[in-house]
């Protein structure tokens, strides 16, 4: 019985690449990749460490030329001007003076705790809206059929294709309209909105490979569409929903033009409120920079708690069928 000795590999060989196929090519390529990393990784972090470095700077090196990359002398002059406007600002200087004889006076108006708490607010508020339109409309899609479900699908998906500026003037009007003009609502009302649909294709998703078997298990236990849906299956969907809370709170909490154009004075949010410090070369620039990383500090601390849940909940639930 005659057999092949034709080699596999041989075809292959005949064709070898020497970036791909040899010693010396894998070091280029790790080379390669490590370099673009590298710019990549700058490119991204600079602006951080940046805004890290400015922050302990004085207002004489900061305008300085050209720039010191490291601060010569280290300063707190920007958090101590941020604390101590926030705290005259917020009321609390007379507590702090009687009770540690610190005297407080700030020279800038600068509501740090105010811009936090109006934030958290409207960021809570429209993650909340987002979260509950967007669960109830996906678990829908997902289980039920309908005449213009595809057709509802696709406009969902190219209603996140469509810039916020688009919608300014109608927004403005409506808000107008409704006498929310200044307030919180109207902000959690379209924040809300424009995050919902991103909610609806990410829990369609893990609503889509929900196991067939533990809805008719509920069903046999005579529950109803909805006990089935709120006692069992929105607690397995725990970690998609977090996702999706946290898309919805962090589109809120940073964005401006809205903010900026429907509030005014003491209802900004944190983006609006540190920009009407930007005052072109009166700027302080230390004192943005640190008002900046305070403000950062109450996300960064939930966001390293729940992260896990984050990157769980976007590949797709906690269950596969």
Not at 216 to 243: G, H, K
Not at 251 to 270: H, I, K, P, R, S
């Amino acid at each position: 019985m005659a057999t092949d000795n034709t080699d596999p590999t041989a075809e292959f060989r005949k064709n070898q690449s020497w970036l791909f196929d040899s010693k010396a090519g894998g070091y280029v390529r790790k080379t390669a990749v490590g370099l673009l990393t590298l710019v990549i990784a700058a490119f991204v972090l600079f602006p951080l460490y940046w805004m890290i470095v400015t922050a302990f700077k004085t207002t004489a090196e900061i305008q300085q030329i050209p720039p010191t990359l490291f601060p010569a002398e280290f300063s707190l002059e920007g958090f101590r001007l941020v604390i101590e406007s926030s705290l005259e600002s917020s009321g609390y200087d007379g507590f702090v003076e009687s009770a540690f004889g610190v005297e407080i006076s700030s020279a800038i108006n600068i509501d740090i705790i105010g811009m936090i708490l109006n934030s958290l607010k409207v960021a809570i508020g429209a993650g909340v809206i987002a979260v509950v339109l967007g669960t109830g409309a996906s678990y829908v899609l997902s289980r039920h059929e309908f005449r213009g479900k595809t057709a509802l699908m696709s406009l969902l998906l190219a209603s996140l294709m469509f810039p916020g500026t688009a919608i300014m003037v109608p927004e403005w009007e409506l808000i107008s309209t409704l006498g929310l003009f200044n307030t919180h609502l109207a902000l959690i009302l379209i924040y809300g909105a424009m995050t919902a649909p991103f909610v609806v294709w990410l829990m369609k998703g893990f609503f889509d490979d929900f196991p067939d078997s533990i809805i008719e298990a509920s069903r046999i236990d005579q529950c109803s569409s909805f006990e089935t849906f709120w006692y069992v299956i929105v607690p397995m969907a725990r970690n998609s929903l977090i996702a999706s809370f946290i898309f919805a709170f962090l589109l809120a909490w940073n964005e401006l033009v809205f903010a900026l154009t429907l509030l005014d004075g003491q209802n900004y949010t944190v983006p609006p409120a540190l920009l009407t410090f930007v005052q072109g070369f009166n700027t302080q620039w230390n004192v943005v920079a640190a008002a900046s990383i305070i403000v950062s500090i109450p996300v960064l601390i939930g966001l390293a708690y729940i992260q896990k849940y984050f990157v769980q909940g976007l590949t797709g639930g906690a269950i596969k069928g």
